[in-house]
């Protein structure tokens, strides 16, 4: 008897460590060694740099300073955070023992009338007390798993905060680059309106002179009022882009108008990019990050589910004293039981079976959503790399073309002051000049949001302050 009872306690710490259900790993996917633009060289931690401040413009580094503590969308996810983190305080304090105390007091008395008149009874005051503890032995690990589970997910939302961080700075600095683009494209049109209005006064003079006709002052006024009613359009879409700077920082929406204004020149990135090998995205990326942990915390559930197959034991007792006290007498009582009880699935027509199955597929379809992430993140980075050199290369090609389209207006406009040439040949130049120099602003925005995504897409800059909201594994 006495080996016997010496073996329980053993037999139930030797339970208790089993765990049912698949341990997490780190899942794989197939990778290129390299960018089909890039360098086998592997990137540093890119999530430190801060890779806006290749622009040089202080509006813009204070803009992304103050958004990042600012943003609605990174504050939601923060809250979020906060959530997960009960959550997993609460699957964390379901291992222990479950302690609960009550307390109640009554006060009683019977009075009677007519025939019932010698029934009245002294008052009676009747004060009880309970103390009660249970325990759930987890035998099979189901705490564990649930714990697991909660963690996983709690490390998911952290996560997601650095996607929210790393979305706002995205969001921001491209919405600034298109500010300043429209900004430009409205300077390039007042120019182009004041060298029109320029033609005009002097095709009228020609005209005064005999030298032109009706048809050149006609056409000259049609290319100032075409210039004209391009610029209103030009403007709406300055403030929308400032409206939703302000709104990225969590500001009414002409907060920045006034000072955004003022005028800059288009951000222009002249630093280049090392975006590292396909393999670094999984540690920078923070979305590749979240989708693991969403991995990891189903992949627990599955042993949760499995553990539902076994049984359960709980430990449950209380003690409840009783004080009863009259005018004439009084007196106590204490309850008191302790024991253990057993739940043993026999049948339930395949339920937890069921869940099983549906705990397992919820896993694969984690994967499926990890490795889809991943594949988007090297597709992204290989459009950022290829947008990025062949817009450079525009650019370039595009600069030259202003230089000569604005030298060739300016012959055209001397040849045509001694008559050696028509109107027709400056109305083409300028039409030239204004086509080509919208262009290059065009595709000066371009390579700029080009090297945004790029930095994006490799995972750069959301922690640059020192706030990577990462949780260490436990």
């Known amino acids: ?60 580094n204070g803009l992304v300073e103050t958004g990042l503590s600012q943003n609605l969308d990174v504050l939601q996810a923060i ?33 009677g009338s007519g025939a019932l008149s010698s029934r009245d009874s002294d008052t009676t005051n009747t004060s009880t007390g309970t103390l ?50 429209y900004q430009e494209r409205i300077a390039i049109a007042r120019k182009n309106l004041g060298s029109r209005r320029e033609t005009l006064e002097l095709t009228r003079l020609q005209l005064e002179a005999g030298a ?72 920078n990326r923070p979305d590749i990050r979240a989708a693991e942990r969403n991995l990891a915390a189903a992949t627990a559930e599955i042993g949760v589910a499995e553990a539902a197959l076994y049984p359960s034991i709980t430990l449950s007792g209380s003690i409840s004293p009783t004080l009863v006290a009259t005018s004439v007498a009084s007196g106590k009582a204490t309850s008191w039981g302790f024991g253990p009880s057993i739940d043993l699935p026999i049948f339930d027509a395949g339920a937890r079976r069921a869940n099983i199955k549906a705990r397992e597929a919820a896993a694969r ?9 991943v594949l988007s993140a090297v597709s992204e980075v290989e459009n950022a790399l290829v947008a990025v050199s062949r817009t450079r290369q525009t650019v370039s090609a595009l600069t030259a073309t202003v230089r000569s389209y604005e030298e060739a207006l300016s012959l055209a406009t001397a040849s045509y002051r001694d008559g050696a040439s028509s109107l027709l040949d400056v109305l083409d130049a300028q039409r030239n000049v204004a086509s080509a120099q919208a262009n290059l602003a065009q595709a000066v925005q371009q390579l700029a949001n080009g090297y945004v995504s790029l930095n994006v897409a490799v995972g750069g800059g959301y922690a640059w302050d020192g706030v990577k909201t990462v949780v260490a594994s436990n």
């Open 132 to 181: 009660s503890v249970s325990w759930l032995i987890d035998l099979f690990g189901q705490y564990r798993r649930s714990k697991e589970s909660a963690k996983a997910s709690l490390d998911a939302a952290y996560a997601s905060a650095d996607v929210a961080r790393l979305t706002f700075l995205s969001s921001v600095v491209t919405a600034y680059v298109d500010a300043r683009y």
């Open 212 to 283: 032109a006709s009706r048809l050149d002052v006609v056409q000259s006024e049609g290319l100032v009022n075409s210039t004209l009613a391009e610029i209103p359009g030009l403007e709406i879409s300055f403030r929308q882009s400032v409206h939703r700077i302000s709104l990225l920082l969590g500001l009414p929406a002409t907060t920045l108008l006034a000072d955004l204004q003022k005028g800059a020149a288009q951000p222009y990135a002249r630093r280049g990019v090392n975006a590292g090998v396909p393999a670094d995205l999984i540690r």
């Open 1 to 60: 008897m006495l080996k016997i009872r010496a073996a329980a306690p053993l037999a139930m710490l030797l339970l208790s460590g089993c765990v049912v259900g698949p341990e997490h790993e780190a899942p794989q996917t197939a990778l290129p060694v390299k960018f089909s633009e890039g360098s086998a060289r592997a990137a540093a931690d890119v999530t430190l740099a801060p890779w806006w401040t290749a622009f040089n413009d202080r509006r813009l």
């Open 79 to 111: 809250e979020r955070i906060t959530s997960a983190e009960a959550n997993f305080e609460a699957a964390d304090s379901s291992a222990f023992p479950q302690i609960n105390a009550g307390a109640d007091h009554q006060v009683s008395k019977t009075n």
């Open 365 to 373: 379809e984690a994967y499926l959503a990890w490795k889809q992430t």
